[in-house]
Structure formats: C-alpha cells, structure tokens
C-alpha cells in the first residue's frame, strides 16, 4: 500500500518512508522541530508507533499518518530513550494510548527530565539567549556545511520555545525490564533493552520476520553519535548483541533508512572517539587539538565531534 503516503498531505516536519507492508518511517526533515526520527507499525488490529518527535505539531502530523496509513487511532508509544527529541509529542497520543518504555527511562523522564522541563518554563532566557548567541555564530560561520547545521539547529530551538509553554510532560504508562513482545492480529514486535549505552537505557524494536529494527539513538547514519550521555564501553556491547539478530533494515534516530554497515560504522566511531582521547591522554596533548577523521567530515551533528571527546575524556580522568 505504498501509495497510501502520496493520499496524505505532506507534513513539513517528517518525510514518510514505505519499509514494508504497514511499516513506515517518519524521517525528520532538518529544522523543522521534529529533530529525531519516528516509525509507524500496523499491527493489524491495532496501531504503534515509535518514539514522538521534539515538538507537538510534529506529533500530530505522525497522529494524522498513522491514522492515515493503518485505518486505526494509535494504540501503542514507544520510547527508545528519554532525550526530549524522542518524547516531546507524548503528550499527544495519551491518554488514549499507552506509552511504553524502560523502567529506567521512565525514572530518568520523572525526575531529571520533568524537573528540567519545569526549569525551562521557569526561566526559559538561558535557552532564549543561547539562540541570540548561535544566531552571531551563524552570521559570521564562512562554512557551508557548519552553517545550515546551525541554522537547522536555531530553527528547531526557535519552534522548541513555541511549544513550550504548551508542553504537558507526559510520563511512560507500561515498562519493562528486558524484553516485552506486542502481539497484534498481523505481526508481533519485540521492544528489547541491552541496558545503556547512549543514554542510561536505551530500547530497540525488533521485528523478527520482517528483519527490520528501530535502534532509536544506538544507531544514526551519517550523524556523528550523541555521547553526552553515553557509557562508551556499554554502548559497543550492545550493538555487539544486536549484530548477532537477524537484520537487513535499519530505521536510525536521526539520519535516512540503513543497514548493519551503519551500526558498524556507530561502533568504529564509538571506538575512534575512545583511542583518539586514550592517544591524547598518552602523548599528553590536548583533546581541542583533535580534528574530526575524514570518514566522519560529511556528517550530521558537527558540534557533537567535540562534546563526545569531552565526554570520554571526563569518563577516563574520573
Ligand atoms: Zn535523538
């Protein structure tokens, strides 16, 4: 049914993508607030989809798809992660539909990420002024590429704070430990968790049949990986064990439609960051003075090169 997407008025936040029968990626079109990726997966007698977007019109453009793309309201939410680009539109979807997670996501999104949103309410001009100051940079940037990544990423700060006040954070209603199956009437979907490796835990689905896996931010293609959360080592672990499924198609947390090649492109550059800084350490130099490996200089998420070094670097020094 793949020319149900061409019925359906384009949203300016995502580009939907046929995967397979009622499987379809919602890809986020850069700059438009919607920052992370979602997927939408008919289950035959009911609807889910994963994760939510970093704004609430972004969510009710994935509504609308979803609703458009399987005849049925969304039953099912899953967060991969607790990071707001994932979660951001739960709000949407509740209370008709459950919201799923982690045991530990929905800790972290209780505590640190509701007490951060309130912050924001509260005093949103640090957020107000780093946008004032990214705007200065952008003016006077003389790279292509480094420049439209910035005004993508002040473009979905500024439609951030629109939402802002209207923002109901809105908790996970079902958690799990390891591994909870969803069985529809068409297909089943295992939402699996090997634990944390880029945040403290992170959920993939997996469906077995069809081959296919939503790896939320475990896996980006052409995006350098966010390791400001991260535990490095756990991280290579995990895609380690999802290297020994039954993969072909992959749907990142940023980045268009992949394969293995990228998880394993994920793990060299979890490892590169890693020697990079243990060479620095060594040869005590410092981190600045690291450039971005060529293999790396075409992606996405430039700013996050630095802040991943940074990251690994306290990581060894502690
Ligand atoms: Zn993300």
């Not at 990726?37 to 977007?53: E, P, Q």
């Not at 919201?99 to 800790?107: F, K, L, N, Q, V």
């Not at 002024?129 to 940079?137: G, P, S, T, V």
């Not at 996970?172 to 969803?182: A, E, K, S, W």
Request: charge should be negative; hydrophobic fraction near 35%.
């Amino acid at each position: 049914m793949k020319n149900r997407i061409e019925t359906l008025k384009e949203s300016k936040h995502f580009q939907l993508v046929y995967i397979a029968e009622g499987i379809y990626a919602a890809i986020s079109v850069p700059g438009t607030g919607s920052v992370g990726n979602a997927t939408i997966i008919d289950l035959g007698d009911s609807t889910l989809v994963v994760d939510t977007f970093n704004s609430i019109q972004a969510a009710e453009d994935l509504k609308v798809a979803a609703f458009h793309l399987t005849g049925k309201p969304v039953s099912y939410v899953i967060n991969t992660h607790w990071h707001s680009d994932h979660t951001s539109g739960n709000q949407v979807f509740s209370p008709k539909a459950q919201i799923i997670s982690t045991s530990i996501t929905r800790e972290i999104m209780a505590t640190f990420g509701k007490k951060r949103l309130e912050q924001q309410v509260s005093n949103p001009e640090p957020i107000y002024q780093a946008i004032k100051e990214l705007e200065e940079k952008i003016q006077q940037e003389r790279d292509e590429k480094l420049k439209k990544e910035m005004q993508w990423e002040n473009a979905s700060d500024i439609e951030y704070m629109k939402i802002l006040p209207k923002l109901v954070y809105t908790l996970p209603t079902i958690t799990f430990d390891q591994q909870l199956i969803i069985h529809g009437s068409d297909r089943d979907v295992q939402l699996i968790t090997y634990g944390g490796g880029h945040t403290q835990s992170d959920t993939f689905v997996y469906l077995p049949e069809e081959k296919i896996a939503v790896m939320g931010d475990l896996v980006l293609s052409e995006h350098h990986p966010v390791m400001i959360h991260a535990n490095p080592q756990e991280w290579l672990n995990i895609l380690d064990r999802v290297e020994l499924l039954d993969i072909e198609t992959i749907i990142p947390g940023h980045g268009g439609i992949c394969s293995m090649e990228e998880l394993r492109e994920v793990k060299g550059y979890i490892s590169n960051i890693m020697s990079l800084v243990a060479e620095t350490l060594q040869s005590r130099g410092s981190i600045d003075d690291i450039l971005i490996p060529k293999a790396y200089q075409d992606w996405y998420f430039t700013t996050y090169f630095k802040e991943n070094l940074k990251k690994v670097y306290d990581l060894i020094i502690k």
